[in-house]
């Protein structure tokens, strides 16, 4: 078998060890000259039956006797033997023993032959354990490390060779800290302490073991520690088992990874936003820097065209680094050889390994190369991003300096990353998509341009809700009307998105045709529940369980005003929408308390309208309640700071605006509710441009009105409009004189345009109708619709006015 290492001679299990093997000594002739008490105990001779006689004669059967002389020859030729031979006990029965025998020369030259035996099953377990220990050195596959009372290693077998690439001896007779990198050394060192000191095992504890002569390799073990003692309790050392666990833990780690990026990627549905989530993802544990490039079609919501390459925009960058080529809003150059064009022309994940990157692939000038190869880049992986079909862009995960080059593992780990995060991308570019849908919707259906009129001065604001409830349905108008004066409004579509806007635009539509009819606000809004009545109905009838549209155009609110600024008075009506404030000339603001009427739709309940003087140079300040709730939610302290905001009615009307929004909206704070923010200055018709006359119903009035238009106009220097303006004056006296019941009276109006008003007592609707040819009246509406611009008639409590326009001719 061959002499045990020094290691283990002296082990408690050795059947050789002193104290457990029997014990002969036979002269160079074959007698005994020297019996132990434990061949005695094992073999029943006693000492002296056994010393001078041959040992053939007493210890061998005969038919033994032929393999014993040929283990003498064996022995004698090599100078020991170590075996198994039977040998007969004192009973006669035959006993398989183990024996080295070793030659010993004495002082003068003689030679004497020292036997130890034992049991041959001891013997057999024995080689056993030996063949164990040999093989836990030599060839298991779990690496095995021995470290003495001093915590220096003594011994290390092939696997901890075979996996560090460190040679065994290499580590020997030295502590961990002077061949593990310093982070990976004291905990290792600390291990050992701990079961030398404790005496307690470890079971499976995993560290991180980089050697010194590799430290970029990552190396994860998993370690059992346990102490060695002797029989006495003697303390020799202790003894780890280690297995290499970084493929596992590497793919732990990719698990987990990936399950983190799914709670970290797609919180929110805005591309740029989940972009960065995707990036800031990829360097937690795969790459040291993550690039995330989008075509420029899907940042803003649009759908790219299939078999599209570019251009790429830059959307993410993580982390920022300035020596990085292209940061984030960068348009992104790419050659067809680089990794990231083959990754986009072949749909599939590529690896770049080992100094093959080349910055040249991005058609850099100098100083950008120059940059990017002090970034020690080394390796790239770069995954499409694929949803439903569409390249939506690339992802670029990179590694640089000390780190480990991307493996096959992590590339499909990258993939499956992308193809989480693509998705995410696709639906915040779908979200966007909508909204930027709705958003146009919404734009189309509210005022392009606030036009400047006679009446009032007028600035506005409109903030779309922020985030993923995008638009809703806060909405404003300003109307012209007849006799120079302006119709208001403001009102507010419960929800967000599509339904939202378009609830909004009929309801913007149905108002301005209601104020076409110039009816009085209370009316309007009558008129504005009652639609929003059969609106709910007709929705219901399609809703197929779907409420959400018709709680849109129930829980709806409106605040409509008339302003005339000739009477410097405001009529308005609400409902269930904020009071308006007013500030007056001499900085005073105050919030209006006008009754505030039932949402549109509830029915059943009347509207009333509210009447307030308003001087020249006051303010009307409407809005929804978007602006109130957007600060700290606090209605009392929000309708105060807006008061104080619009206390001087003469700063202009756009910085009015901008710090009522300032104010009531924090410092990079985006509104969860539509904004709407409407501010009108009146103004006044100087009586100089209003000249107003009471004629008696009688036939000679019809002439009266032709002369006093005629002199009016002469004295505005208007007389290219006399000749028309004198025929529809005539017209309309001529129609109340005919229908109407008591005085009327006549009113000429110079602003932009030149309005002509004749008012009676009669609540006849005047009809326009084409007389035929032998019809002796019936042209004089006719002849009004063709010479005026505008006409209409609107109804007050006392009677009618019917009213025409007439554009002022260019000086």
């Not at 074959?30 to 004669?57: C, F, N, T």
């Not at 140079?617 to 807006?642: F, H, I, K, Q, R």
Request: glycine share 8%.
């Amino acid at each position: 078998m061959g002499t045990p290492s020094r290691h283990f001679s002296e082990s408690p299990e050795d059947p050789f060890a002193f104290g457990r093997a029997a014990a002969a000594v036979l002269d160079d002739r074959g007698i005994v000259v020297g019996w132990g008490s434990r061949a005695e105990e094992l073999l029943g001779y006693p000492a002296k039956e056994v010393i001078g006689r041959m040992w053939q004669d007493l210890l061998i059967d005969s038919r033994d006797l032929s393999a014993a002389r040929s283990v003498v020859v064996d022995a004698v030729k090599a100078g020991g033997w170590f075996g198994v031979l039977p040998v007969r006990h004192r009973d006669g029965r035959r006993v398989d023993m183990g024996f080295r025998a070793r030659a010993v020369t004495r002082q003068g030259g003689d030679q004497e032959w020292l036997l130890v035996g034992a049991p041959a099953a001891d013997v057999i377990a024995w080689q056993r354990d030996r063949a164990l220990l040999d093989g836990l050195y030599r060839r298991s596959p779990i690496g095995l490390v021995t470290y003495g009372p001093d915590r220096r290693v003594i011994r290390v077998n092939r696997a901890v060779e075979k996996a560090s690439g460190v040679p065994a001896e290499a580590p020997v007779g030295h502590r961990p800290r002077e061949f593990m990198v310093d982070e990976d050394a004291g905990p290792a060192d600390e291990r050992v302490r701990h079961v030398l000191e404790t005496g307690e095992p470890l079971i499976f504890t995993e560290q991180s073991a980089r050697t010194r002569h590799d430290p970029g390799r990552e190396r994860i073990l998993s370690v059992s520690a346990f102490r060695m003692e002797d029989p006495s309790g003697r303390i020799l050392g202790v003894a780890e088992t280690i297995e290499d666990v970084t493929e596992r833990h590497r793919a732990q780690r990719r698990l987990a990874l990936l399950n983190e990026a799914s709670a970290r990627i797609g919180t929110s549905l805005d591309v740029a936003q989940t972009a960065r989530e995707l990036a800031e993802a990829g360097v937690h544990g795969l790459a040291d820097y993550c690039s995330v490039d989008l075509l420029r079609p899907v940042t803003v919501g649009d759908e790219p065209v299939p078999g599209a390459a570019g251009p790429l925009l830059r959307t993410a960058l993580s982390p920022p680094d300035h020596r990085v080529p292209f940061q984030e809003g960068d348009v992104v150059p790419l050659l067809p050889e680089s990794g990231q064009a083959r990754c986009l022309a072949e749909r599939r994940p590529v690896v770049e390994r080992l100094l093959s990157l080349r910055p040249e692939w991005y058609a850099m000038d100098r100083r950008r190369i120059e940059l990017a190869l002090g970034l020690g880049v080394h390796s790239l992986i770069a995954v499409p991003l694929i949803a439903r079909g569409l390249v939506l862009g690339v992802v670029s995960l990179w590694r640089a300096r000390d780190s480990e080059s991307f493996e096959d593992g992590d590339a499909a780990v990258a993939q499956e990353l992308s193809s989480r995060a693509a998705v995410c991308i696709d639906n915040a570019r779908r979200f966007t998509q909508q909204q930027n849908t709705a958003l146009t919707l919404q734009r189309s259906l509210l005022p392009s341009t606030l036009t400047d009129l006679p009446a009032v001065e007028v600035a506005c604001r409109y903030l779309p809700a922020s985030g993923e409830l995008g638009l809703g349905g806060d909405w404003f108008d300003v109307i012209p009307l007849s006799g120079a004066r302006v119709a208001l409004v403001v009102g507010d579509v419960v929800g967000h998105g599509i339904h939202a806007a378009a609830s909004m635009g009929r309801l913007r539509a149905a108002a301005r045709t209601l104020a076409s009819l110039d009816l009085e606000p209370d009316e309007v809004v009558a008129r504005l529940d009652d639609l929003v009545g059969l609106l709910a109905a007709e929705l219901e009838a399609n809703a197929d369980g779907n409420t959400s549209a018709i709680e849109q155009v129930l829980g709806a609110t409106c605040l409509y005003a008339v302003y005339d600024p000739v009477l410097q008075r405001c009529s308005l009506a609400r409902a269930a929408h904020p009071a308006p404030v007013m500030s007056t000339p001499d900085g005073e603001a105050t919030v209006l308390d006008p009754p505030a009427g039932p949402p549109l739709g509830l029915g059943g309940l009347p509207f009333e309208t509210y009447e307030v003087d308003l001087p020249e140079g006051s303010l009307l300040t409407l809005y929804t309640d978007g602006l109130l709730e957007a600060g700290n939610g606090d209605v009392d302290t929000a309708l105060e700071t807006l008061c104080a905001c619009l206390s001087d009615p003469t700063q202009p009307l756009e910085q009015a605006c901008r710090t009522a929004v300032e104010a009531l909206l924090p410092k990079g704070h985006h509104p969860t509710d539509d904004v709407a923010l409407l501010i009108a200055r009146t103004r006044v018709l100087r009586p100089e441009n209003v000249a107003s006359w009471q004629l008696p119903l009688e036939a000679t009035s019809a002439a009266r009105a032709r002369e006093l238009t005629t002199a009016k106009l002469a004295e505005w220097g208007l007389p290219e409009l006399a000749f028309t303006t004198e025929l529809v004056a005539s017209e309309l006296v001529t129609n109340a004189y005919r229908y109407a019941t008591g005085p009327v009276t006549m009113r000429l109006i110079r602003t932009h345009c030149l309005t002509c008003e004749v008012s009676d007592t009669s609540h006849t609707s005047p009809h326009l109708r084409r007389a035929l040819s032998t019809d002796e009246g019936g042209r004089g509406l006719f002849l009004v619709a063709q010479l005026a611009e505008r006409w209409g008639a609107r109804y007050t409590r006392d009677g009618k006015t019917v009213w025409t326009e007439q554009p002022l001719l260019p000086a």
